[in-house]
C-alpha cells in the first residue's frame, strides 16, 4: 500500500436473425410515434450506453447480500470489475489449486443484470501469495503462465476486458520497471509474455495494461506510452490501456488528460478510465469528477469509465469521500456531475416529460443459450411508446424475441425494441419482452441501453 500523497492518486453479423414476433405487421394503431422527444437516460449506465460507453463500478462479493448495495448496483451500473477477488492471493493461494467461489459470484450476479465484466488482475506484485516469489525464474515463468491460462479459461467468454498486467513500472521520473518477482526474475520480457500467453487463453477478451500516475504525461506515462507503441509495431497483443485515476488535492486530475487519453489512443488501443475515485466534496469534486467523463467522453477509443466502488463507506479510502454515493447511498453532487456530463437527466422524469427505464434480467440458461427479459417501465407520466436498444457480443445471435418488435443495426449486433400492438403505458405501469440469444461460446450477457419514451 501507499501513503495518500504518494499515490493519490459489441456482436450479431449481420445475417437476419430467426425473429419471432406476435405480430408480424404493426397495425395502424401501432404505428410508433417515434417523432416524439427522445427522453435522456436517468441512471449512469443507461446514460453512458447511449453515449456507446459502460459505466462500471468496482464490487466486492461480501456487500452483495445487503439489498441497498445490490439495487444502486443494479440500478446505476453496467459493468462490474470484482475489487480484489479475481487476484493472485484470493484466486490461486496455493499452487495450482484455484479458488473461484467469491468471484464466481460477482460474475454471475453481473451477466444476470446484463453487466459487463472487468477482469482484475493476473499479474501484479502485489496481492501475491508467497509461494510466488520464492519460485526460481523457470518455475516462475511457468507459475504465471499456468495462472493466466487457468483464471482466463475458467471466465473464457464472460469478461469484457482483462488487466493482464497490472503496475510494472515505477513512479518518479525513472521510466524504469518497478522491481517484482517476475521483473526481477524474468526481466522485461515478462509483459509481453503475460500477453501472448493470454490471448491464446481467451480471444475474445480485451487485453489491457493498467496502472497508476500515467493519467497525464510524465515519465511514467511514457514509459508505458513507448511500451504500448512497440508491442503495436512488433504485433504483441494487446487491446487496451487502464488509466486507475485515483485522484486527491496532491494529486488532482492532471490538466492533460484528455491529451494523454488521446495519445494512447492514436497508438491503436482502447483506453478505459478503470478505477476512478476522486477524494473531496461538493461542488469541487464534482467539478473534477466531470472533467474525468468529458475527457472520456471526448475520445472516441475510451470505451468506459468504472468507479472504484458505490458507498463512500466501502472505499478503500474512506476516509477521503471520493465516490459518487454517499454512506446511505445518497447521490452526491459529484454523481449528478457524471450524469449531466454523460447527457443524462435526473430527478427521474420531472417536468412532465415522458420518461421510462428498461432493466435486464436473465430468465433461464442452458449449455448453448439463455433468455433475457426486458422490463420497461413508465416514469411519472403516461408514456404512448417506447424503444429500448440490445447489443449482443459476436459471434452471439439473437435467435428468437417475444412482445415486441425489433430493428437491426447493420452491423447486425444492436435491435432496438419496439412494442407490438398497444404500446402506451400508464405512469408507473410496466410491460416486459424478451429474446433468446444462441451463445455460439460466448456467455457475456447483452447490453440494454436506455429506453426512449415518447
Ligand atoms: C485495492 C482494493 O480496493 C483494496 O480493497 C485492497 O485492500 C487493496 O487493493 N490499484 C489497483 C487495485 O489496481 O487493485 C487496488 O485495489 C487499488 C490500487
Given at each position: 500500500m501507499f501513503s495518500a500523497s504518494a499515490r493519490p492518486q459489441l456482436r450479431i453479423r449481420a445475417r437476419r436473425a430467426l425473429v419471432l414476433t406476435t405480430a408480424g405487421v404493426l397495425g395502424a394503431a401501432g404505428v410508433?410515434?417515434?417523432?416524439g422527444t427522445a427522453n435522456a437516460a436517468s441512471t449512469l449506465g443507461a446514460s453512458a450506453a447511449a453515449k456507446g460507453r459502460y459505466f462500471g463500478a468496482a464490487v466486492?462479493?461480501?456487500?452483495?447480500?445487503e439489498a441497498q448495495y445490490a439495487s444502486t448496483l443494479d440500478t446505476e451500473f453496467n459493468s462490474v470489475t470484482p475489487e480484489n477477488e479475481m487476484k493472485w492471493d484470493a484466486v490461486?493461494?496455493?499452487?495450482n489449486s484455484f479458488n473461484y467461489g467469491s468471484a464466481d459470484q460477482i460474475v454471475s450476479h453481473a451477466q444476470g443484470k446484463g453487466m459487463k465484466v472487468r477482469g482484475?488482475?493476473?499479474?501484479?506484485?502485489?496481492?501475491?501469495?508467497g509461494w510466488v516469489g520464492g519460485l526460481a525464474a523457470a518455475d516462475l515463468r511457468s507459475a504465471m503462465n499456468n495462472h493466466i491460462t487457468q483464471v482466463m479459461t475458467h471466465y473464457k467468454g464472460k469478461?469484457?476486458?482483462?488487466?493482464?498486467?497490472?503496475?510494472a513500472f515505477q513512479d518518479g521520473s525513472s521510466g524504469a520497471r518497478l522491481s517484482s518477482p517476475f521483473q526481477d526474475k524474468l526481466g522485461n520480457g515478462f509483459i509481453e509474455e503475460a500477453f501472448r500467453t493470454a490471448r491464446a487463453a481467451d480471444s475474445g477478451a480485451k487485453l489491457c495494461y493498467n496502472d497508476y500516475?500515467?493519467?497525464?504525461?510524465n515519465a511514467k506515462s511514457n514509459a508505458v506510452y513507448n511500451m504500448v507503441k512497440d508491442f503495436k509495431q512488433r504485433g504483441v497483443p494487446i487491446d487496451c490501456v487502464g488509466f486507475?485515476?485515483?485522484?486527491?488535492?496532491?494529486?488532482?486530475?492532471?490538466?492533460?488528460y484528455q491529451a494523454n487519453l488521446q495519445r494512447f489512443a492514436d497508438l491503436g488501443v482502447y483506453v478505459q478510465i478503470t478505477e476512478l475515485d476522486i477524494e473531496g466534496s461538493g461542488s469541487a469534486q464534482a467539478t473534477s469528477y466531470g472533467k474525468v467523463v468529458n475527457a472520456c467522453l471526448a475520445?472516441?477509443?475510451?470505451t468506459g469509465i468504472t468507479v472504484w466502488g458505490i458507498p463512500d463507506k466501502y472505499s478503500w479510502r474512506s476516509s477521503g469521500t471520493?465516490?459518487?454515493?454517499?454512506?446511505?447511498?445518497n447521490k452526491k453532487p459529484a454523481y449528478d456531475a457524471v450524469l449531466s456530463a454523460l447527457g443524462g437527466t435526473s430527478g427521474?422524469?420531472?417536468?412532465?416529460g415522458a420518461t421510462c427505464a428498461a432493466t435486464y434480467t436473465r430468465t433461464s440458461t442452458w449449455n448453448g443459450g439463455f433468455n433475457g427479459q426486458v422490463t420497461v417501465k413508465a416514469g411519472s407520466s403516461a408514456i404512448s411508446s417506447w424503444t429500448v436498444p440490445v447489443t449482443v457480443t459476436s459471434?452471439?445471435?439473437?435467435?428468437a424475441t417475444w412482445n415486441g418488435s425489433p430493428t437491426w443495426d447493420s452491423s447486425g449486433n444492436v435491435m432496438t425494441m419496439k412494442p407490438n400492438g398497444n404500446a402506451s403505458l400508464a405512469a408507473g405501469a410496466s410491460t416486459t419482452f424478451g429474446f433468446t440469444v444462441t451463445t455460439n461460446g460466448n456467455t457475456n450477457a447483452p447490453t440494454v441501453g436506455g429506453c426512449t419514451a415518447s
Open positions: 410508433l410515434s417515434l417523432a466486492a462479493a461480501n456487500h452483495l447480500g490461486e493461494p496455493t499452487r482484475h488482475t493476473l499479474v501484479w506484485h502485489s496481492q501475491l501469495p469478461i469484457y476486458a482483462w488487466d493482464v498486467v497490472n503496475e500516475n500515467t493519467d497525464g504525461q486507475q485515476s485515483h485522484f486527491n488535492s496532491n494529486s488532482p486530475v492532471p490538466g492533460d475520445v472516441s477509443r475510451c471520493p465516490l459518487l454515493f454517499d454512506d446511505n447511498y427521474g422524469g420531472g417536468g412532465g459471434p452471439q445471435k439473437v435467435s
